[in-house]
T-cell receptor, first 111, second 112 residues
Framework: QKEVEQDPGPLSVPEGAIVSLNCTYS??????FMWYRQYSRKGPELLMY????GNKEDGRFTAQVDKSSKYISLFIRDSQPSDSATYLC???????????FGPGTSLSVIP | DGGITQSPKYLFRKEGQNVTLSCEQN?????MYWYRQDPGQGLRLIYY???????QKGDIAEGYSVSREKKESFPLTVTSAQKNPTAFYLC???????????FGSGTRLTVV
């Protein structure tokens, strides 16, 4: 079993839809959770960063962590064509520990 | 603007050749990382350095080498010992986890 798993997609939604992207993980020691967005042929950029369980909101983006289920989610409200990208989840046990990345989910938002 | 610059953007290597990928940052970050990205796989850590003149192997260091002689620079050499070098290579830097990683735009290496 991989440490971090993501459905690779591709996921295709109409503009304005609510998107839910998810990751599961196996290591209960993970406490730091991140979401990165990667446009084609570019490096990833940090979207959201959360510590431990709970929700964090930033504009149209909400990150949710459920440590009891070892499950994290990223919700995108009012999705836009510019949100079309690959979304990578990432996590680590401590603030200076190795970060483990998921394989990414490819999202297309259709105008 | 501060950031990470990777060069070249595209690189072609013949069998048996060593090639060096450049990574330069002006963010004053202490830690720097090299990742390899293959389709359908997560980013895999090749090498990382938390301070000048010191670096550690990541999960897939075989066939690669690095140096960290300056804080701003962390070049990666893909040697002929790397049997499957065709991939997208990403360099990153960080202060600490709370700020996440800042990535470069990547170098796509193809063996011809």
């Amino acid at each position: 079993q991989k440490e971090v798993e993501q459905d690779p997609g591709p996921l295709s939604v109409p503009e304005g839809a609510i998107v839910s992207l998810n990751c599961t993980y196996s290591n209960s020691a993970f406490q730091y959770f991140m979401w990165y967005r990667q446009y084609s042929r570019k490096g990833p950029e940090l979207l959201m960063y959360t510590y431990s369980s709970g929700n964090k909101e930033d504009g149209r983006f909400t990150a949710q962590v459920d440590k009891s289920s070892k499950y994290i989610s990223l919700f995108i409200r009012d999705s836009q064509p510019s949100d079309s990208a690959t979304y990578l989840c990432a996590m680590s046990a401590t603030s200076y520990d190795k970060v483990i990345f998921g394989p990414g989910t490819s999202l297309s938002v259709i105008p | 603007d501060g950031g990470i610059t990777q060069s070249p953007k595209y690189l072609f290597r013949k069998e048996g050749q060593n090639v060096t990928l450049s990574c330069e940052q002006n963010l004053n970050h202490d830690a720097m990382y090299w990742y390899r990205q293959d389709p359908g796989q997560g980013l895999r850590l090749i090498y990382y350095s938390q301070i000048v003149n010191d670096f550690q192997k990541g999960d897939i260091a075989e066939g690669y080498s690095v140096s960290r002689e300056k804080k701003e620079s962390f070049p990666l050499t893909v040697t002929s010992a790397q049997k499957n070098p065709t991939a997208f290579y990403l360099c990153a830097s960080s202060i600490g986890q709370r700020d996440g990683y800042t990535f470069g735009s990547g170098t796509r290496l193809t063996v011809v």
